[in-house]
Each structure stands twice: as structure tokens, then as C-alpha cells.
């Protein structure tokens, strides 16, 4: 059985400014050589996790059978299943409200990182 709580069900801002926090302090007193090393061990670890998720991701949208191929011909042609010709029916507004939610996130990230300085 699996430890469902984990990761926790956190504030995504919180949770990627954790990360940030945690890559500050990595940094410690380490040269360029040791902090390469270690970030690359880190983005190792993180890769195998991301591969093994996809798999699964892959194997059961192929049981559900609900595995939609955007670039088949049949797409292309407009039978295109629940999916509209705008990115699954979301409107260029609600696409710009994303991109400035992202922004002021950013912005708020950066502003925290120059505190912190």
C-alpha cells in the first residue's frame, strides 16, 4: 500500500517556493563542481520519476482506451473525438488569464528571491 499523503496536499506557490528554498540551500558552501554534480544527480532522480509516470500514464489510458493521437490523420481531418480546433475548447481569454496567473507568479517568486537576498 502506498503512502497517499505524500506529497501533501500543499499550495502549489508554497510548494515550488519550498523547492527553491531547498536548491538555496544545496548550494551551500560547494564549488561549481560539487554543486553540477549534485544538481545533476537531482535531475537524474527526477527524470526517472517523470519516465516511470509516463509509462504508466501510457498503459492505462491504452486499458481505458482513451488514448488520442493528435497528429493521426483521423485528428487532423476534424474527427477529432471531444476535442474542439482551440486546445480542448478553451478560449484565448482563459488562455491569457493563465499566461498572466503565471506571470504574477513569477513575479512573486522573484520578489521573494531578492528578499531572501
Known amino acids: 500500500m502506498h503512502n497517499t499523503n505524500f506529497p501533501p496536499n500543499t499550495n502549489p506557490h508554497t510548494f515550488s517556493l519550498i523547492a527553491v528554498a531547498v ?63 482551440n486546445e480542448q475548447g478553451k478560449s484565448n481569454q482563459t488562455q491569457r488569464n493563465e499566461v498572466e496567473f503565471l506571470l504574477d507568479a513569477i513575479k512573486k517568486i522573484q520578489d521573494e528571491l531578492d528578499n531572501l537576498k
Request: aromatic share 10%.
Open 23 to 85: 536548491g538555496f540551500a544545496c548550494v551551500g558552501d560547494y564549488n561549481a563542481n560539487e554543486q553540477n554534480s549534485i544538481g545533476n544527480w537531482l535531475i537524474l532522480v527526477g527524470q526517472y520519476i517523470l519516465t516511470h509516470a509516463a509509462q504508466q500514464q501510457l498503459i492505462e489510458s491504452r486499458i481505458e482506451n482513451n488514448n488520442i493521437n493528435t497528429n493521426s490523420k483521423k485528428y487532423k481531418n476534424g474527427q477529432n473525438g471531444p476535442f474542439t480546433d
